[in-house]
């Protein structure tokens, strides 16, 4: 595939302009619609970004017949029967994670994607950020391995904003959102299957509807362990930190810098062709479209996960 590919973007929030920032730095890309859930912001973000098609509804969207491919940057309990709309249009589609917040959800969109043959990713950034690619290229080369991750996810979110402070549809999930990064990744980056899962949360928030803290114990079948941390209670930076250690080496991720053991910094703008975890993102879903072939972070690839979050929630609720 050789032409232009053409995309909509569903969601015109703090992440969909991640999404249309990084995809300004790639070529042979356009942006050809873009869908928000109130019309005249959308239209705001659409004219800032020259993009000619704006609309409340996704279904209009998928009837642009020069379109290729969707991202769905929505609220999380939209992400699969969204995904399936794509798959079922004919798009290829990358949704951001979580790909569905329930296990049937995801194995829905699973079992389409491998009908249809198309292009269907999800939004785990973690496998792309530099930091997190500088640690796995030292894993793949046989120079480290993991003994065990200790990660801490913390925000301030004790009302429904967004990462820009602004007030959203939606509630945000510790669980299904923000575990999904370290649990995907854990796996990912021992190389070997989660065998063993624990979780305890804290008290249910009164408005909210859910646990503000929580913490999970993973084991991988080689042995690796990981210990994850989360809460929306911590007054202090946003954002997920990550400890490697390993049989040689310790490494500190936060987003996409890489610190050792000691704390000093190491170089990753080498590692790939930005340092921006989200531009690197989408340049694997546009690469695959064009290569025909299978992305990192294929709803495939990613399902496991979802099957461990799965297992988590149902001794949360037992």
Not at 25 to 51: F, H, Q
Not at 233 to 256: H, K
Request: some cysteine.
């Amino acid at each position: 595939m050789t032409k232009t590919i053409k995309v909509a973007l569903a969601g015109a929030g703090a992440f969909g302009i991640k999404h249309l920032d990084g995809i300004k730095n790639i070529d042979g890309v356009e942006v050809i619609s873009l869908i928000g859930r109130e019309l005249d912001k959308t239209k705001e973000v659409a004219a800032k970004y020259g993009i000619g098609h704006v609309t409340t509804e996704l279904s209009e969207s998928l009837a642009l017949k020069e379109l290729d491919a969707v991202i769905l940057c929505t609220p999380t309990q939209m992400h699969a029967e969204q995904t399936l709309a794509c798959l079922q249009a004919g798009k290829h589609v990358q949704v951001e994670i979580p790909l569905s917040d329930n296990l049937a959800g995801a194995q829905a969109v699973v079992d389409l994607q491998k009908k249809t043959g198309l292009v269907a990713m999800c939004g785990h950034t973690r496998r792309f950020n530099p930091s997190h690619q500088y640690v796995h290229n030292e894993i793949t080369a046989g120079k480290f391995n993991i003994q065990q991750m200790d990660v801490q996810t913390y925000f301030f979110r004790r009302t429904n904003t967004n990462a820009l402070g602004q007030a959203r549809s939606w509630t945000d999930h510790l669980l299904w959102h923000h575990a999904a990064h370290t649990v995907d990744l854990f796996a990912y980056q021992a190389n070997s299957p989660i065998v063993q899962a624990n979780a305890v949360q804290g008290p249910i928030h009164p408005t909210l509807g859910i646990a503000m803290d929580m913490s999970i114990q993973l084991k991988a079948a080689n042995g690796a362990i990981c210990t994850l941390s989360l809460s929306f209670n911590n007054d202090g930076p946003l954002g997920t930190f990550f400890r490697y250690i390993g049989d040689t080496a310790t490494y500190l991720a936060r987003y996409d810098d890489l610190f050792n053991g000691k704390d000093e910094q190491i170089d990753v703008s080498h590692v790939a062709v930005s340092m921006n975890g989200i531009e690197l993102q989408d340049r694997e879903f546009f690469a695959a479209i064009r290569e025909g072939r299978e992305p990192n972070s294929s709803v495939a690839k990613v399902f496991a996960c979802y099957q461990v979050l799965h297992q988590l929630e149902q001794q949360l609720n037992g």
